[in-house]
């Protein structure tokens, strides 16, 4: 997998994660950069679920639950009211950087 930085782009955050598209979960990785965040699927039939995030298109962050305990769950509120849900490892650090950097 490959990430075509831009200029001056450094990653900052990278981790495995799932994209929950409708009724299917995309397993991935979900990379934070100090200009972006960018999700690549692992699974070569689901690019199009590849995804570029600008800093200025969120709206609101907030957290999930995916089972009873489980409290891994991201979901990215965009400003044209899709909600991106996601599930990573230690969510607190991921919305901790997201918010500094939104």
């Excluded at 990278?14 to 690549?40: E, H, P, S």
């Excluded at 690019?47 to 639950?65: A, G, H, W």
């Excluded at 990215?76 to 490892?89: A, R």
Aim: aromatic letters at 10%; glycine letters at 4%; zero cysteines.
């Amino acid at each position: 997998m490959v990430v075509d930085l831009k200029a001056n782009e450094i990653v900052t955050k990278a981790g495995d994660a799932q994209f929950y598209a409708d009724d299917d979960q995309v397993k991935g990785k979900l990379i934070l950069t100090n200009q972006r965040i960018y999700f690549k699927t692992l699974q070569t039939d689901k690019r199009e679920f590849d995804m570029e995030i600008q800093p200025e298109d969120i709206s609101e962050l907030m957290y999930f639950k995916t089972r009873l305990f489980l409290q891994n769950g991201l979901t990215l509120v965009v400003k044209n009211g899709s909600e991106l849900k996601f599930t990573v490892k230690n969510r607190d650090s991921w919305s901790t950087m997201i918010n500094r950097w939104v």
